[in-house]
């Protein structure tokens, strides 16, 4: 019932910065959980970092202290600052949103991470 779109993924540096957005097409997204996830290849798909309607978050290991999530409600949308970025942070990031037990998936953006 909720389209989500991605957008921000490029090419970078390493050590540079992105910031991803993800914005959804319901209008009451803000009750939705929300998350990211990547998958690099040849590799599952991984969770990142995701976020509740109330604003907690959590990461996976791999982003802790260079990642930040957050939700802009009145905009539907949810962010991935990403920063530090090295190599092993290539993939494609995916937007993921929850509710009522169904899980909507994003189209995914690419991050390349390369000098």
């Known amino acids: 019932q909720v389209q989500l779109v991605e957008s921000g993924g490029g090419l970078v540096q390493p050590g540079g910065s992105l910031r991803l957005v993800c914005e959804a097409s319901d209008p009451v997204f803000r009750y939705y959980i929300a998350g990211w996830y990547r998958q690099a290849p040849g590799n599952q798909r991984e969770l990142v970092a995701d976020i509740t309607s109330e604003g907690s978050s959590n990461y996976a290991d791999s982003g802790k202290g260079r990642f930040a999530i957050s939700r802009d409600n009145a905009k539907n949308s949810v962010y991935l600052q990403m920063n530090s970025l090295n190599p092993e942070d290539t993939a494609v990031y995916y937007c993921?949103?929850?509710?009522?037990?169904?899980?909507?998936w994003g189209q995914g953006t690419q991050v390349t991470v390369s000098s």
């Open positions: 993921r949103a929850k509710r009522g037990g169904v899980i909507y």
